[in-house]
């Protein structure tokens, strides 16, 4: 099993910025060799939706709508990875949510075999 803990969620202005972390832990190192690792985010009363993911080459990819304010990274060596998010919105208010997947797709949330507890990120107008 693989464990997820995210951590950086809180309340902040609009057009303010957070860092949510993301710590992975339990599984054999021959695992965390080759996943990718993605947030995504699920607002009251919507589906979960994906935000950024990264590969274990560390190739990132992001969600339109938050492309240009958001960076994804990762510290491999502490199987840890990051989500800077800049210039937030009241809309970016949702529950956040890590996961991780050895598959090649990566885009929907059946994709992933692992999932954090969330974090919660509240934007005020």
């Known amino acids: 099993q693989v464990q997820l803990v995210e951590s950086g969620g809180g309340l902040v202005q609009a057009g303010g910025s957070l860092r949510l972390s993301c710590a992975a832990s339990?599984?054999?190192?021959?695992?965390?060799?080759?996943?990718?690792m993605g947030w995504f985010r699920q607002a009251a009363g919507k589906e979960r939706e994906f935000v950024a993911a990264?590969?274990?080459?560390?190739?990132?990819y992001y969600a339109d709508s938050v492309k240009g304010r958001s960076t994804i990274s990762r510290d491999r060596a502490e199987n840890t990875v990051f989500l800077q998010m800049n210039s937030l919105k009241p809309e970016d208010t949702a529950v956040y949510y890590c996961?991780?997947?050895?598959?090649?797709?990566?885009?929907?949330?059946?994709?992933?075999?692992?999932w954090g507890q969330g974090t919660q990120v509240t934007v005020s107008s």
């Open positions: 996961g991780t997947t050895r598959r090649t797709a990566f885009g929907e949330s059946n994709d992933y075999d692992y």
């Open positions: 339990g599984r054999t190192f021959s695992y965390y060799t080759y996943y990718t």
């Open positions: 990264i590969t274990w080459t560390g190739i990132p």
